[in-house]
């Protein structure tokens, strides 16, 4: 019987906060009302809860400084303002890298460059083919005129992938159309790609340096929004 | 149209705007932030940045830090507020927010706060009960040497005026753990006062 009166005065108890801040469904303040009626020590418990409640109730309310708010602003508003255009940084700077691959592509040329030379210009064309690493299937790539006096020709195949193996032959036209296959020669598989990294990554750069002047570039403000 | 009608037009337009968010429900209030409403963001700042900064102060006791604090939670709140579900009250989820922040930053500190309340009771300038003004500070002082666990669990349930399950809520914890932890800071309060004015009848 003492057990569950003191389990009942405990459970009263935990609800003085709600009693003294009038948070209490009418049930329950009136069943504190009862235990307040009929026992002292429950009084005591209240006016040590009213105590500390009092002493709570005092302290001064602090308001928060105003510069926190307009570092919130600047934070939240801002970062939106910039969010809204990453469109356009992102297209800035692929457009940039593009461009810049491109020009440089044509200018550096990046690739595999044969060379030969004749003993004579009694032919009327070259003609370049590339196999496909070990396979058979020549492919015409392009075909050179003769000139006249010139011994020493040039092809730069730019369309060789790196880490690929290519094997080229050089074919010469006699201007009866009678054919004369030079041998075969393989290129490496990384010939081309030093050249051909170091344009992709010099584009790159530029682009993401274009795609972060861009975004930073909008800095306009929102209109002030500050609480008062 | 001149810079200053279009300005003028805008004012107007805010202050609708103020006007009318100031009426909003909380919930309603979190939906538009959300949806990214500024104004409905400022107009929660001026709902609550007072109690919960005044909530972080008290739990980390220290100036700069509760206001650094209340930055990253207006933040949080910015970023996660398309996470809030309405499963607890608007308040409840705000002060968990707080909570999780301040105790986050504690941690960093790693401060030891303890409960023991003797150091108060022996300091001098305590006169005891002689007077409501002077029992209020020494019931502060007290407060102030709690854990920062007890002292949220005393704070929401008396100060902030939530339900035990609220304050449950915000700090994470089975009820019957806060049911525990804002009696224990009550007991301890109480000693304290207690304690003051038993030294207060020695010195006279």
Known sequence: ?228 | MNQETLTNDYKREEAVDEVRLASVADRELIRLVAARSHEAFAELYRRFSAPLFNFLLSLVSDQHAAEDLLQEVFLAIWKGAGHYRGAAAVKTWLFNIAYKQAVSHLRRRKEVLVDDLDQIAAAPGSPGLSGDPIQNRIIIQALERLTPQHRAALELVLYYKMSYREAAEVLACPVGTVKSRVSYARRQLQAMIHASGQSAEDRY
């Open chain 1, 1 to 228: 019987m003492a057990a569950s009166n003191k389990d009942r005065d405990e459970e009263l108890n935990y609800l003085l906060p709600g009693y003294i801040n009038g948070q209490l469904p009418p049930e329950q303040r009136q069943q504190v009302d009862a235990w307040l009626d009929s026992s002292p020590q429950a009084g005591e418990q209240l006016r040590s809860w009213q105590q500390i409640h009092t002493a709570l109730q005092g302290r001064p309310v602090r308001t928060p400084p105003s510069g926190i708010w307009l570092a919130l602003e600047r934070r939240v508003f801002h970062n939106d303002v910039r969010r809204g255009s990453s469109a356009a940084s992102l297209l800035a700077g692929f457009a940039l890298a593009a461009i810049t691959l491109v020009l440089l592509w044509l200018t550096i040329r990046p690739g595999v460059l044969l060379q030969w030379t004749v003993n004579s210009d009694s032919l009327a064309a070259y003609r370049i083919y590339r196999a496909h690493g070990d396979s058979q299937e020549f492919v015409l790539l392009g075909e050179i005129d003769s000139k006249p006096g010139e011994m020493r020709y040039t092809y730069l195949d730019v369309l060789s992938l790196p880490g690929q193996r290519y094997i080229y032959q050089v074919e010469g036209v006699t201007p009866s159309g009678v054919s004369i296959v030079s041998q075969r020669v393989a290129s490496q598989p990384l010939t081309a790609l030093p050249g051909q990294l170091a344009i992709l990554i010099s584009s790159l750069v530029l682009g993401i340096l274009a795609a972060i002047m861009v975004r930073n570039w909008d800095t306009a403000r929102l209109p002030r929004l500050l609480p008062t």
